[in-house]
């Protein structure tokens, strides 16, 4: 196709559409999700590109995406940038919050209406992966050091007192995790999955690569079986020791025994 193909439609037509989706009216003249398929098509947006939009807006570029995926097959993402513009309204408070919640009802649609083929094998046909994850700019979850000060003893040893326990309030764990990875190198599509060992939770990341555990109360039973793994560097939270040198101590030696590269607390 050539960019000549591609059709204008009458911006109703998106008000609508939208309308239908979230049921209310929200903007006069929203960009149009076939438009911006048939755009996509016409620039030859490959089935593995990631489509890039700075002004989201309520979404219509992940919709458009999720569309010639399903359409075609293909396994493009995107990423949304959207401020959180206040819009007066109760069910939608910002125009973030309008955004988030099209491409979950978009993508509800997509699986209701998938249709359920089958193989020459009788095997069902793989399900496109739809998930999304969402994230908001905010400070480190992590008390920054004073590199200005301090200029006498009482102030050391109050900034001291502060970094005992340097992890903001209120952060979960999903919180750190994320700036943990992105700390270590990795992005933030990275798989993740969240395991049960020795009752604890444990985040296994890029495949078993590394193991994050951020849990307060960490055990010998605990390091044992994050080390049976065999991962490849292993992050826990610092006070989950709770100063137990000799506890410390053994989970050094167990991840060194198993061939962890690395070991580290924050």
């Known amino acids: 196709q050539s960019l000549t193909s591609v059709k204008y439609r009458d911006g109703r037509i998106s008000s609508k559409k939208l309308t239908a989706l979230l049921g209310g009216n929200f903007f006069p003249n929203p960009k149009d999700s076939d438009l911006l398929s048939q755009l996509f098509k016409a620039i030859g947006v490959a089935a593995d590109d990631t489509v890039l939009d700075f002004f989201a807006g309520s979404g219509t570029t992940a919709q458009a995406v999720l569309e010639v995926n399903e359409e075609d097959g293909g396994n493009r993402k995107f990423i949304l940038v959207q401020l959180p513009e206040p819009t007066g309204r109760d069910d939608y408070p910002t125009i973030s919050d309008m955004c988030k919640e099209r491409v979950r009802r978009v993508i509800k649609k997509l ?20 998930g999304f994850r969402v994230f908001k700019l905010s400070q480190s979850n992590f008390m920054p050091w004073d ?70 109360e960490l055990t010998l039973e605990l390091i044992r079986a994050m080390a049976e793994r065999k991962p490849q560097r292993v992050v826990c939270l610092d006070r989950g020791f709770d100063d137990n040198d000799q506890l410390i101590a053994n989970a050094v030696q167990l991840f060194k025994t198993e061939g962890v590269t690395s070991f580290k607390t924050v």
């Not at 209406?113 to 496109?128: I, Y």
């Not at 209120?170 to 990875?181: A, F, S, V």
């Open 111 to 130: 699986d209701h209406d998938a249709p359920k083929e089958s193989s020459l094998f009788g095997d069902s046909k793989p399900e496109q992966d739809r």
């Open 147 to 216: 590199a200005d000060g301090p200029r006498n003893a009482e102030e050391l040893a109050h900034q001291l007192e502060l970094h005992v326990d340097h992890i903001l309030e209120g952060r979960t764990q999903e919180d750190i995790l994320y700036e943990i990875l992105l700390k270590s190198g990795f992005p933030l599509t990275v798989s993740v999955e969240e395991l049960q060992l020795a009752g604890k939770r444990v985040y296994s990341v890029a495949e078993g690569e590394l193991f994050v555990c951020l849990e307060e």
